[in-house]
């Protein structure tokens, strides 16, 4: 296993990507733990983390500049809290084959509102019942989820669950009235 040195930062591979992005390249030296990412100066879009050894989404300093986290195949079943607060533009995020196990495990992500792409594929939760359903309530904000669009009709359907968990029968006669499918969006008519 490897220290996240500024060494290490400092010698890793950057390059402007495909989508012309800045990207810090630290794949692939089995870092336990992050730390020391202060040392990039701010000065990535980018980083890809992918197969290390991270347990715990945490530790980062404020990355303004930050929209892409690539995470996939570490051992990540934590978050940290206030992640908002060090990645305010974190827009996409890969967790593809980490260990996240349970559902409310994924809460702590809910307070990054700049959250848009999210991939949790190959991860003990998205076996959970109504996996994608939770999710898409507590990152409403989300577009992308396991690299599958949320649709619209996907929305609908998720504030009609939470109604039908959230309410007795005896609300939700009167408000809803009618729940009609059509081709991709589902109409609600409610008095």
Excluded: W
Excluded at 51 to 64: A, M, Q, S, T, V
Excluded at 150 to 170: A, R
Aim: hydrophobic share 40%.
């Amino acid at each position: 296993m490897v220290k996240l040195t500024a060494e290490l930062i400092e010698q890793a591979a950057q390059y402007t990507n495909p989508v012309r992005d800045r990207e810090l390249d630290l794949r692939g030296y089995k870092i336990p733990v992050l730390e020391n990412l202060g040392a990039t100066l701010d000065q990535f879009d980018t980083i890809d983390l992918s197969d290390n050894e991270i347990r715990k989404l945490d530790g980062f300093p404020l990355l303004k500049r930050l929209k892409t986290l690539l995470l996939n195949n570490n051992r990540i079943c934590r978050f940290g809290e206030n992640l908002e607060q060090s990645l305010p533009n974190l827009k996409e995020l890969i967790l593809t084959s980490n260990n996240i196990q349970e559902l409310g495990d994924l809460d702590p992500l809910a307070t990054v509102k700049s959250l848009t792409l999210l991939s949790l594929l190959r991860n003990p939760v998205t076996n959970k019942k109504h996996y994608r359903l939770y999710v898409i309530n507590k990152i409403p904000q989300i577009r992308v989820l396991d690299f599958q669009k949320v649709k619209l009709k996907i929305l609908l359907l998720t504030y009609c669950f939470l109604l039908i968990c959230h309410c007795s029968v005896n609300v939700l006669g009167p408000v809803l009235h009618t729940l009609r499918s059509t081709s991709d969006v589902i109409v609600i008519i409610s008095f």
